[in-house]
């Protein structure tokens, strides 16, 4: 039943098309809400489901994905909202929230709208950079995925950077 949609709800005499997509965001945001409660996130594949849905978008996001000491999810946050082929960020920003969360550790990720998922220069330095801010914080930034829709690549995985 999770995977209603508001079509077929529609068939539910008195529903109605509104009532139909209300259901339907109430369930997937349930589904959103249960799947993220201390889930033990230890392999990219693990993120890469939690973030999938901004796979589609049509600009770059940038989201920290935060973590307590047993590699539990504390919260999944959209740090910036770029252009189609970059996002600008300051490790403030990335830091803010998981310093009030008392996260141990992050886990940034970002969309490539083109489907391309080779770390551009700009990736690799923003990950220099919330790395080194990461270690004077001592929160240590464990990984940087990019990914589209039905992808992704670990940046710990594929040697990009050495975390």
């Known amino acids: 039943m999770t995977n209603l949609n508001p079509q077929e709800l529609n068939q539910v005499k008195g529903l109605g098309e509104a009532n139909s997509a209300l259901l ?5 945001l349930g589904r959103r809400f249960l799947s993220c409660r201390r889930k033990n996130l230890s392999r990219p594949a693990d993120i890469f489901d939690h ?52 996260a141990s550790s992050i886990i940034l990720a ?4 083109s ?11 923003v990950t220099e950079s919330i790395e080194k801010a990461g270690r004077i914080l001592g929160i240590r930034l464990m990984d940087h995925i990019v990914f589209c829709q039905d992808s992704y690549r670990s940046m710990l995985e594929n040697g990009d950077y050495t975390f």
Request: hydrophobic share 40%.
């Open 24 to 28: 339907c965001a109430s369930l997937e």
């Open 51 to 102: 973030l999938r849905h901004y796979g589609d978008r049509m600009q770059e996001h940038l989201i920290c994905i935060m973590l307590n000491g047993a590699l539990e999810l504390l919260a999944v946050k959209v740090i910036t909202v770029g252009l189609i082929n970059r996002t600008v960020c300051h490790p403030r920003e990335v830091f803010a929230d998981a310093v009030a969360m008392r």
């Open 110 to 113: 970002h969309n490539h709208p």
């Open 115 to 125: 489907g391309n998922l080779e770390p551009s220069t700009n990736d690799l330095e």
